[in-house]
């Protein structure tokens, strides 16, 4: 199951942080010091090492990198002594992932609760109530989105920002989680499952990115994506991926929305109603301006077109390009100045059965390391796999197979280990050696989708049996 090295891998890890720190301070999830890098609490005094070792929204943030370069502390020659830390079993199972900041863990389970824990013991120190849809003609969901985390743009006080399972989105104050406001994403039937909020706030320049998406297709609604103030909640823009009329339906924005480094904005779509997939903007990799105005779009081709084809997974940045999954089992790289395909590999089978691609590759600015679903490697068949690959052509460096599929997001941390998490009843979280794609250790925590994440030297894992964090014994 170990994978084979073609290539050295370089960290760049000064590079990469020094961007991050940038988007973070634009998004407004930390403060800036006079030197120009990130503070915890928006003052000169505060440290900007000590920020960046937090994890404030789905993927790390608006950049979608997924990748923690500060976290050197578990490294592949340590990772099999990983100790179980605490657990918290309330709101279990989870599909959102954890937001850890300022001694908290932030996250919204399937019973419809959302949960202020404690960083170090697990205990629930707030909790509030944002809604549960039943199962009608889709499965029951509670909270499936990822909070953010920042600080609000007129008290500076910090603020969650999350999509709760009754169609709002809301603003919690962190200290409490009381309610500052509350806006309409898109409010659910009370007879059939349509809107369903799977995707997670993104927080940048005083305004919040979200996706319009149905819960499972039964029925399809329009899709789109909204743009809301940081400040107070207001709408200020809108665009719907189809077109006005009682027959277009479709292209829901099930993924979280990308910011990339110039300030423009990406989503990704799914499919459109059975008469016409891509209709509009289905089925696409969208381009915006800051205020939601198209600005290009990339389709899949047609002769990769399938039914049921999503972009699940979430815009992510490398190079001069933006890339995403689609349940094709293809991963597209586009040009983000043309919007013209710069290449495309298979990830995984198409979907259905064990296949399908739904994962955003980690990137840490000199590869991408992308997992999914069932796949061949030399001749042997699994139903899951990671990979490493070249950002600039998509050359596989090393590729290891697993015994259950991938859909959730692989992360890694500066020290080169790679979490992915198994979608299976008796799954759980693979330690990965990202320099050589060799499992080094198997954390039995059970199915996995939620992606796993790198804060204050530990690890937190979040799934079907409870939230987990695991440590290093001299680090406990």
Known sequence: MGGVRLRAVGLRVRSVT???????????LVG??????????????????????????????????SYSPSQTLITPANASSLTRQWTAAAGAPFTASPTVTTGAVYIGGANGIFYKLSEHTGKVLNEINLGAQPALTCAAEGISSTATVGYDPHGHAQTVYVAGGDGYLYALRASNLSVEWRSVIGIPSQTVNNYYDWSSPTVINGRIYIGIS?????????????????????KLAEYFTVPKGKRNVGGSVWSSIGVAPDGDVYATTGNGPGRKPQLQSS??????????????SFHVPQKQVTTDG????????FGGDVGACNKNGVFYAVRQSSMKLAWWKRIAKPNGGYGECLAAPADNGTDLFLAGAATTIDGTAYLGSVQERAPGNGKVVWETGLPAKVLGSPALDGGG???????????????????????????????????????????????????????????G
Not at 220 to 226: A, D, E
Not at 454 to 473: E, H, I, R
């Open 214 to 234: 149905s819960s499972c297709d039964l029925p399809l609604i329009r899709g789109g994506v909204i743009e809301f103030s940081q400040a107070t909640g207001a």
């Open 417 to 475: 280990v790679l979490t992915v998490g198994t979608y299976a009843a008796d799954g759980g979280v693979y330690l990965i050696n990202a320099a050589t794609g060799a499992i080094v250790e198997e954390l039995t925590t059970g199915q996995t989708f939620a992606q796993s994440v790198f804060a204050n030297d530990w690890l937190y894992t979040a799934t079907s049996s409870g939230v987990t964090v695991w440590g290093l014994p001299a680090a």
């Open 18 to 28: 020094a961007l991050a720190s940038a988007v973070l301070i634009a998004a407004g």
């Open 32 to 65: 800036a010091t006079s030197s120009g890098v990130a503070s915890a609490d928006g003052s000169p005094a505060a440290s900007a090492a000590a920020r960046a070792t937090e994890w404030l929204g789905y993927l790390d943030g608006p950049l979608h990198t």
């Open 310 to 317: 999503d972009f699940g997974a979430s815009p992510v940045f």
């Open 283 to 296: 089925e696409a990799i969208l381009k915006f301006s800051p205020s939601l105005k198209l600005l290009g």
